[in-house]
Nanobody, 115 residues
Framework: QVQLVESGGGLVQPGGSLRLSCAAS????????MAWYRQAPGKQRELVAG???????TYTNSMKGRLAISRDNAKNTVYLQMNSLKPEDTAVYYC?????????WGQGTQVTVSS
């Protein structure tokens, strides 16, 4: 059974930082491309950042320079460091694992940026 469990979300003031974690089980983690998506109320889910099995990273333009995605294959975990957070970053953040035609989602973690 595949499980992706996100953690690290919460309430943060504008300009603050958060580090999200996603622990995977039930997959050969090291061969999967891992990604973070987000979905704000009334909006479509969008890609935030991704990291391939080889470590190549990609970031959404709207948050570029404020993000760092990393993975620890020994811990089956992917991380998303978010800095200089803005109110418009408020959303549910989802972890995704993809390999060829397989894809899995976590349950999401809420990030709220507000003073």
């Amino acid at each position: 059974q595949v499980q992706l469990v996100e953690s690290g979300g919460g309430l943060v003031q504008p300009g603050g930082s958060l580090r999200l974690s996603c622990a995977a089980s039930g997959i050969i983690f090291s061969i999967y491309t891992m990604a973070w998506y987000r979905q704000a109320p009334g909006k479509q889910r969008e890609l935030v950042a991704g990291i391939t099995d080889g470590g190549t990273t990609t970031y959404t333009n709207s948050m570029k320079g404020r993000l760092a995605i990393s993975r620890d294959n020994a811990k089956n975990t992917v991380y998303l460091q978010m800095n200089s957070l803005k109110p418009e970053d408020t959303a549910v953040y989802y972890c995704n694992a993809a390999f060829r035609h397989e894809g899995y989602w976590g349950q999401g973690t809420q990030v709220t940026v507000s003073s």
